[in-house]
């Protein structure tokens, strides 16, 4: 069976996609059988990978049954993963029944045994898509910016957390808080790091002993379509996420 992560966050700019990008690449590194879900209508993680989002299948399709879930899935070079584009947008209109939270959950049953690892990107926020997100993940991750504006999204996704946990998925856990884009050199990185401590005691939440430091190197992989092991294997970027990969393992 695979162990499935969520990674969400209440506001976007936070490194969301980025952390699937680079944990899936770093699964894969390790030998994994990884894949990726972008539950974002953005679909930046699609384009990140070089997965055909506008004349494929797509996630949409999948979870209004339009086709399989097995037919929505692309090899890449770089992960195997079920694409999103804008279509998305309009699955919450369409789906207003009973049990709709587990329409994620039940089309990745399909594929339970074929992967090690699915990590699902989920679109910043706390809606529908989100809510199927969490209610098909063993475990979800929440990265945020060492800044007051993600604090303060971070009691709104505790509470949509608890929520499903309730509703839908008690087995649900926490993985962690994941900091990213941060500066140790940085005094107001220092004080939000100490202020996301105190949160995540008062809370019960984890965070990961690796920060993710600043480099752009990431996203300019992520925008030439390039696995980040290929592109800058020795920047600090790719050597935080491999510790952070370490740590969840």
Do not use: W
Not at 48 to 72: E, F, H, L, Q, W
Not at 103 to 112: F, G, H, Q
Not at 132 to 144: E, G
């Amino acid at each position: 069976m695979s162990i499935v992560f969520s990674i969400i966050t209440q506001k976007g700019g936070v490194g969301k996609t980025t952390t699937v990008n680079a944990l899936a690449a770093s699964f894969n590194k390790l030998g994994n059988r990884v894949l990726c879900v972008d539950m974002d209508p953005q679909g930046n993680l699609s384009f990140s990978t070089g997965a055909d989002s506008n004349d494929s299948p797509t996630v949409y399709d999948a979870i209004t049954g339009r086709v399989r879930v097995t037919s929505c899935i692309q090899h890449t070079s770089m992960t195997d993963i079920i694409p999103s584009n804008i279509l998305l947008t309009g699955a919450e209109l369409e789906f207003t029944g009973k049990n709709r939270e587990f329409i994620l959950k039940n089309i990745l049953s399909v594929v339970d045994d074929k992967y090690d690892y699915i990590f699902i990107d989920s679109p910043p926020g706390l809606g529908f898509l989100t809510i199927n997100a969490l209610s098909a993940s063993d475990y979800v991750i929440i990265p945020m910016l060492p800044d007051i504006f993600s604090l303060q999204g971070l009691v709104q996704v505790y509470e949509t957390i608890e929520y499903v946990q309730k509703a839908s998925n008690p087995e649900l856990s926490i993985m962690g808080i994941l900091i990213n884009k941060y500066n140790k050199r940085s005094k107001l990185h220092k004080e939000a790091l100490g202020t996301a401590q105190m949160i995540s005691d008062n809370l019960d939440i984890p965070i990961f002993n690796t920060n993710v430091r600043n480099s752009p190197k990431l996203a300019e992989a992520h925008s030439l379509q390039t696995d980040i092991y290929s592109y800058c294997p020795k920047c600090s970027g790719v050597k935080d996420y491999d510790k952070i990969s370490t740590e969840i393992i």
